[in-house]
């Protein structure tokens, strides 16, 4: 799904310019978080996932030529330079958070618990209202 997304928002981006490029793929990305959120069953929940994937495949192909169409050759280096560097940092934080939230030692108290359910039902009874068919039970 990520290459084939990659090659056709890069033959796009030879037609139309990387920019309007990006905002299909954001678009796309949009769109699947959106079947996503409405899904009721799995195989929604599945199809929203691929419109996703589809629209976030081509985004990584698509900010390089966007910095190479803004800002040019001579810029490049230092412009990719400055973003990987906030990307590795950005990344380098996230292991220790997650592990620290997964750890099996860590056992939620019985207030956490608490808080879960309460927002579980909440939001149930948000769909119910807003009325949208009642979730998967393995969504939920």
């Known amino acids: 799904m990520g290459i084939g ?3 056709a928002f890069g033959a796009m981006s030879e ?3 990387a920019r309007r490029c990006c905002v299909a ?3 796309l990305q949009t769109g699947g978080l959106v079947i996503m959120a409405l899904a009721a069953s799995v195989p929604a ?3 929203g996932i691929f419109v996703f994937g589809l629209g976030f495949g081509g985004l990584g192909a698509l900010l390089v030529l966007i910095v190479q169409e803004e800002f040019g050759m001579k810029e490049f280096g230092s412009i990719q330079g400055v973003v990987q560097v906030a990307m590795t940092g950005s990344m380098a934080a996230a292991p ?3 592990l ?3 750890s099996a030692c860590w056992q939620p108290g019985a207030a956490a618990r608490e808080r879960r359910r309460a927002s579980r039902a909440a939001t149930l009874e ?3 209202f807003a009325g949208c068919p009642a979730p ?3 969504l939920v």
């Open 5 to 7: 997304s990659k090659l």
């Open 15 to 17: 037609r139309f310019t």
């Open 25 to 27: 793929s954001v678009a």
């Open 45 to 47: 929940m599945w199809c």
């Open 96 to 98: 220790p958070s997650s």
């Open 100 to 102: 620290r939230r997964s």
């Open 126 to 128: 948000i769909l119910r």
């Open 136 to 138: 998967h039970p393995t």
